[in-house]
């Protein structure tokens, strides 16, 4: 069997290593699996997209492989830099490097004529030389940071430097003395709105579309009147750790899942918290750039996770009402310095004149004219496949692939899977892009070995349902089919489900108390799904939840930290869960009592009948 991996970033890595990896889990031969990268070095959107002071927004914790982790002497969130040598030194560690190809750009990808299978033709970048590979299956892991994304803003050409956010890598690109618009609210909106404020620019502006929602990757631990912590304490722990999946995702009952009533009380208890110690429903002291009533709900939006621009943004906004006023003596995150320096927050620019000024749609006329020098476009990507030729064939397209399972594969051709397309609200890629790994090829060798590789499922996981793992369309904005927008607890947890890897309670009770805390009380490190299932590997993932992930989930992040987001929700969506299955099964009981009346008279005539016969 032959398979081909486009793309040398976490998801191609992580799809590589299972394929490599199948026959020492499995019966059957070695696989032969080619990763094509066209870039120098592998490493993706990691090596080429980055920028001056650039940092992980999800913690090491989270982001790292299932049995590889990044050192425990790392800082909880790592520079890419780091990240890539971790992604070096995870091919070195399972001997991967044989099968990568740098410097490999997949030119086209078309269906073979005659017995099955594709043809991949792979270009030299250096020479141009054009080589031909047939294969079994393809694993497109291209990633979402490809294609830019670019606005169409009548007159954006009238100004003198307009740059997508992929292009900017420095503060010195801002110049000196000019006034900067940074188009995005996002991550690296906030980033390159951080970068320029920090530089020494006239001015800077951001500018949203409907609004947006800052969660920063570590919630500041609130304190009286809002003082700074002690100099040298030690950060919050990090957001992504801090989910108790016990009754989040793990038993939480199959009419929860099924219905509003989780995502309503989350939604509720995490604005109304955000009030309590900071005074903003929004995100800790975030005070402008809020979305509308109908749109904030926390199923249908992404989270922005990067919070640098903050201080510069709600500087001047806060709310000086009685009511705040008392709050904020009581209990309030630490306000930090914006150092006399302002990012003002715009709606989205409908225009640029002839005269260089820009018009946004929210203004007025005390406004002043703004005629910015440099424009920032934080304005993401677009999702494209430009290889795939369907002359031979129709491919499925990335809207087939959203109806098909999970966002991976189409039904009918599980032999081109679809890694590292989802989008977590909050959480990271690489972990959902392994596990989507693990679904594709468990589904790939068991429709080419369907004897040696069969669906089976140890009585150590539990049996398989369906979890609301999807972003909710709301407002005109339709998240999981425009941008394969999850929820990462439920989305994870989904895939371990489909996969028989979700070890049941009593299986995990018996690893013992370190391990058995990290489950419950932790967030869905990929470790856990680790223990049981076609992947597992139970001595080194009981060694990272015993050691590694143990020690993070137990921080508590302080007493409002730890009952704000994990004991309060475990123990609502906890009583919730425990309410219903004891109501579930006490409303079966009259059916079991009838059940049970039937089968006694059953066997007693059954019992005359054969003494009739004996007789």
Avoid at 213 to 239: D, M, T
Avoid at 458 to 479: F, I
């Amino acid at each position: 069997m032959k398979v081909a991996v486009v793309g040398g970033g976490p998801a191609g890595i992580a799809t590589l290593k299972f394929l490599a990896m199948a026959h020492t889990f499995f019966p059957i031969p070695p696989v032969e699996v080619r990763l094509f990268e066209a870039g120098d070095e592998i490493g993706g959107t990691f090596v080429q997209r980055v920028y001056e002071d650039a940092e992980m927004v999800s913690s090491k914790y989270l982001t790292a492989f299932s049995d590889f982790r990044l050192p425990l002497d790392a800082p909880d969130f790592v520079t890419p830099q780091v990240y890539v040598q971790y992604l070096r030194d995870y091919l070195t560690h399972f001997n991967l490097w044989p099968h990568v190809h740098t410097k490999s750009r997949v030119s086209r990808i078309v269906r073979r004529q005659a017995g099955g299978g594709h043809t991949v033709s792979v270009t030299a970048v250096d020479t141009g030389a054009v080589e031909d590979w047939d294969c079994d299956a393809v694993a497109i892991c291209t990633g979402i940071h490809v294609y830019p994304q670019l606005p169409k803003i009548p007159g954006l050409e009238r100004v003198s430097t307009v740059l997508h956010s992929s292009q900017l890598k420095t503060r010195a690109q801002f110049g000196t003395g000019k006034h900067v618009v940074v188009l995005g609210a996002g991550e690296t909106g906030m980033d390159m709105a951080h970068l320029a404020i920090t530089s020494p620019t006239a001015s800077i502006t951001l500018c949203h579309r409907e609004g947006f929602f800052c969660a920063p990757k570590i919630i500041p631990l609130p304190n009286p009147r809002g003082r700074s912590a002690e100099i040298g304490a030690r950060p919050n722990k990090p957001v992504d750790t801090s989910v108790a999946s016990l009754f989040d995702t793990a038993y939480a009952h199959s009419v929860l899942q099924r219905s509003p009533l989780l995502w309503f009380a989350y939604d509720l208890w995490v604005r109304k918290m955000h009030w309590c110690i900071s005074g903003t429903e929004e995100g800790p002291d975030q005070w402008v750039g809020h979305m509308s009533k109908e749109r904030k709900h926390l199923n249908s939006l992404f989270m922005c996770k990067s919070d640098r621009a903050l201080p510069y943004i709600s500087a001047n906004h806060r709310s000086t009402s009685l009511i705040n006023r008392i709050r904020s003596r009581i209990l309030n995150v630490p306000i930090r310095s914006h150092h006399g320096k302002t990012i003002a927050v715009r709606r989205w620019p409908e225009s640029i004149d002839e005269d260089g000024v820009i018009h946004f749609r929210d203004a007025a006329p005390s406004k002043l004219d703004l005629k910015p020098d440099v424009i920032v476009l934080a304005t993401g990507y677009t999702t494209s496949f430009p290889m795939l030729d369907h002359s031979r064939g129709q491919y499925p397209t990335f809207q087939d692939v959203a109806a098909g399972v999970r966002g991976i594969y189409h039904p009918g051709n599980v032999d081109v899977g679809y890694i590292g397309f989802v989008r977590p609200s909050i959480g990271a890629i690489p972990p959902l892009a392994e596990m989507q790994a693990q679904l594709w090829t468990l589904r790939l060798l068991q429709a080419f070995f369907p004897e040696h590789v069969p669906a089976t499922r140890s009585s150590s996981a539990l049996e398989g349902y369906e979890m609301d793992y999807k972003l909710h369309p709301r407002c005109g904005y339709d998240l999981w089919n425009d941008k394969r927008g999850v929820d990462h607890e439920s989305y994870a947890y989904q895939l371990a489900l489909d996969m028989g890897a979700a070890p049941t309670f009593t299986y995990v009770l018996g690893k013992g108390w370190r391990c058995f805390y990290a489950w419950a009380m932790g967030s869905n490190f990929n470790p856990k799904f680790r223990l049981v299932g076609p992947w597992r590997d139970e001595v080194v993932a009981e060694a990272i939840m015993r050691e590694e992930l143990y020690s993070v989930v137990k921080r508590s992040g302080g007493v409002v930290y730890l009952l704000t987001y994990t004991i309060i929700p475990l123990i609502v969506f906890g009583t919730m869960s425990m309410s219903l299955y004891a109501l579930f099964w006490v409303a079966s009981l009259p059916g079991k009592l009838v059940a049970g009346i039937k089968n006694l008279f059953s066997r007693r005539n059954k019992s005359k009948v054969a003494q009739k016969i004996m007789a």
